[in-house]
């Protein structure tokens, strides 16, 4: 009731929310209320929580911020929001976000644009936007978003929250409406460290409807391997990370992180990893490619919007496909079927791939000497609403520190750090090795 109230008051300045399921919710409270009341509620148990909109729960829509689904109502659960209900955890409602998850600023969505919590007339930064806003107001306590290039590490920086994308195939991505299917991965996000492993506990393990999934689960859950500090880690910082664009006082925001971490045990060192210079171009060629390819399902036949009044076939496909979709997803569209396009092949998709494992072998080796790796979310705060949407190169820069995580598979976590002169929040990221969530917990923890 509390946050249905907090919801209906003050969601109207954050615009967090496209759908409130205020009915479920209560049914799901009082549900909660029994078991607690009974004394076998578990860690989520009431918890309240709001689902980034393009994770599917049947029944409710699921718009992925596009007029291409506007109406569409899923006939089935996403696997990590299905754990969630069997732990009674509270749904308050669908959160918002760039269409179909391209985007940094959240305003690419084709319903609302969703506001800074520390700024009104800032961006709450993208494609999480409605998850970290909601957290960051108080209107949800937690939130699953979904990060491919950063989408949940960005938009948590910029809302002064904890967001952590894991492992590539620790959570199932069964119910998540693909982007890229070999970046994608969902992530908790929550007001402390503490959170994100509990709802990442809440969220992991094999799933025999997502073929990528990997057979693992934690022997002892995340949520009891946050504590016991980081004395005698080694963490790597990498020197390419540290570039001109990097704003002056997001950089003075992570020497004196340093220092902190030094203070609580940890050797901090710089080194040197070439191929991440390489990361953005290979994550925009490939996270393209690859929407490009998924994105061929919405044709106006099967589900979606249906263009009125076609004389053909393929016109009804074309302008279906031209009324629903907005101009990022176009873009990406066209970037990606020109980089598959057979003559291009070589020359674009197969060198990103080629990039790929550079990267994932750059930080093999980095892990062989560190237990983390440390760095800024992002390059600046939280910008003005409107500032970048007719500027999509420096919206990609934007991306610069997190995408090497998703092309590379691991885990990164990105917590607050400090505040600039403006008072808005400034992120610090932790990316660990396949695997190694617990390391990024700990030393997120340790530092928080
Ligand atoms: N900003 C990145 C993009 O637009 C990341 C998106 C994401 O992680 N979903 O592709």
Redesign the pocket.
């Known amino acids: 009731d509390i946050y249905m109230n907090r919801i209906k008051t003050l969601d109207g300045k954050v615009d967090s929310y496209l759908s409130v399921c205020e009915e479920t919710a209560l049914l799901q409270a009082a549900e909660a209320q029994k078991k607690i009341d009974g004394g076998n509620g578990g860690m989520l148990c009431g918890i309240p929580l709001s689902i980034k909109d393009n994770i599917c729960i049947e029944g409710t829509k699921t718009t992925c911020a596009s007029k291409m689904l506007e109406d569409f109502i899923p006939p089935y659960t996403a696997t990590a929001v299905n754990k969630l209900h069997s732990q009674n955890a509270v749904i308050l409602g669908k959160v918002n976000l760039?269409e179909f998850?391209?985007?940094?600023s959240t305003e690419n969505s084709a319903f609302k644009k969703t506001k800074n919590p520390f700024d009104l007339t800032r961006v709450p930064g993208?494609?999480?936007g409605g998850s970290a806003a909601s957290v960051s107001a108080s209107l949800a306590l937690g939130s699953l978003g979904?990060?491919?290039?950063?989408?949940?590490r960005?938009p948590s920086a910029f809302c002064g929250v904890v967001g952590m994308k894991p492992t590539y195939g620790l959570v199932s991505r069964y119910g998540l409406v693909a982007?890229a299917s070999s970046?994608?991965q969902i992530g908790p996000i929550g007001k402390t460290v503490e959170d994100c492993a509990i709802l990442l506990d809440g969220i992991c393990g094999q799933d025999p409807r997502d073929g990528t999934s990997l057979n693992y689960k934690p022997e002892v859950p995340y949520a009891a391997s946050v504590a016991g500090g980081i004395k005698n880690y080694s963490i790597g910082l990498p020197r390419e990370y540290i570039t001109e664009g990097l704003n002056s006082e997001v950089r003075a925001a992570l020497y004196k992180s340093i220092e902190t971490l030094e203070k609580l045990g940890a050797k901090v060192e710089e080194f040197s990893m070439p191929s991440l210079k390489h990361a953005v171009p290979a994550?925009?060629l490939m996270?393209s490619a690859e929407a490009s390819s998924n994105l061929s399902r919405y044709d106006g036949v099967k589900y979606g919007y249906r263009a009125e009044n076609s004389r053909s076939y393929n016109e009804m496909i074309g302008r279906s496909r031209a009324e629903g979709f907005g101009r990022e997803v176009k873009r990406?569209i066209l970037l990606g079927t020109y980089a598959l396009a057979s003559g291009y092949y070589d020359a674009y998709y197969k060198k990103a791939l080629k990039l790929r494992t550079l990267i994932s072998q750059g930080f093999d080796e980095a892990f062989a000497k560190y237990d983390v790796v440390l760095h800024p979310t992002t390059p600046e705060t939280a910008f003005k609403l409107g500032q970048n949407t007719d500027d999509p190169l420096s919206?990609?820069l934007?991306?610069i520190y997190?995408?090497s995580a998703?092309i590379a598979g691991l885990p990164s976590i990105s917590l607050p750090c400090g505040y600039d002169s403006n008072g808005l929040p400034i992120g610090l990221s932790f990316t660990g090795k396949p695997l190694g969530e617990r390391e990024i917990f700990r030393a997120a923890a340790a530092f928080e």
Do not use: H, K, P
Not at 101 to 104: E, I, N, P, S
Not at 146 to 152: A, F, L, N
């Open positions: 760039d998850a391209m985007g940094g993208g494609s999480s979904s990060d491919t290039g950063g989408s949940v960005q982007f970046l994608d994550y925009y996270s990406r919206m990609y934007a991306d997190t995408v998703n």
